[in-house]
T-cell receptor
Framework: NAGVTQTPKFQVLKTGQSMTLQCAQD?????MSWYRQDPGMGLRLIHY???????DQGEVPNGYNVSRSTTEDFPLRLLSAAPSQTSVYFC??????????????FGPGTRLTVL | AQKVTQAQTEISVVEKEDVTLDCVYE???????LFWYKQPPSGELVFLIR??????QNEISGRYSWNFQKSTSSFNFTITASQVVDSAVYFC?????????????FGAGTRLFVKA
């Protein structure tokens, strides 16, 4: 199993550009989430999904869109990149059975810089 | 609302010292889960331990131990005889089971430096 994979690993954008961060998992996990990590702020939840076709907002959803058309994939879209979105982005998944008692499995992260 | 506070931003110790990382949480739920994750310099996030709100037994795993106290809403993590390989950022996290909660909220993290 590859676990949780993310692409790209690094990305530089100009202000106003849009892009999609890809996330995929091969563990048949129902729950997937996106976090951003900023110095001194820890990991903050952007969006999450409890299954295909179901998504919801986390703590910091503004400027990001998500969709979940399959169990495996959970892409994160930046609509119009801003310097404030410079961060490291982590995708995570966990089994649906057992819900929140389960630990999450994290991808390797995407380091995004917005100029 | 959920909240996790890790008041120690950075800790520096010398190898073989014991070190405790503090975690204080807030929740209105009676059923919840607490986690610790490690982020080594390579950047990946690694799960260390989970505790549910009904189990206040302390746990020991090798040099690692965890002290969960509901009375003080704390879930502290102690590394005994620290080693250089313990240098990492450590995150405490909280998941609430009630109200259809699906979110896991993380603290700001504590960066641990272990010097040889």
């Amino acid at each position: 199993n590859a676990g949780v994979t993310q692409t790209p690993k690094f990305q530089v954008l100009k202000t106003g550009q849009s892009m999609t961060l890809q996330c995929a998992q091969d563990m048949n996990h129902e729950y997937m989430s996106w976090y951003r990590q900023d110095p001194g702020m820890g990991l903050r939840l952007i969006h999450y999904s409890v299954g295909a076709g179901i998504t919801d907002q986390g703590e910091v959803p503004n400027g990001y869109n998500v969709s979940r058309s399959t169990t495996e994939d959970f892409p994160l879209r930046l609509l119009s990149a801003a310097p404030s979105q410079t961060s490291v982005y982590f995708c995570a998944s966990r089994p649906g059975t057992g819900g929140v008692r389960n630990e999450q499995f994290f991808g390797p992260g995407t380091r995004l810089t917005v100029l | 609302a959920q909240k996790v506070t890790q008041a120690q931003t950075e800790i520096s110790v010398v190898e073989k010292e014991d070190v405790t990382l503090d975690c204080v949480y807030e929740t209105r739920d009676t059923t919840y889960y607490l986690f610790w994750y490690k982020q080594p310099p390579s950047g990946e996030l690694v799960f260390l331990i989970r505790r549910n709100s009904f189990d206040e037994q302390n746990e020991i795993s090798g040099r690692y131990s965890w002290n969960f106290q509901k009375s003080t809403s704390s879930f502290n993590f102690t590394i005994t005889a620290s080693q250089v390989v313990d240098s990492a950022v450590y995150f405490c996290a909280l998941s609430e089971a009630g109200g259809g909660g699906f979110k896991t909220i993380f603290g700001a993290g504590t960066r641990l430096f272990v010097k040889a």
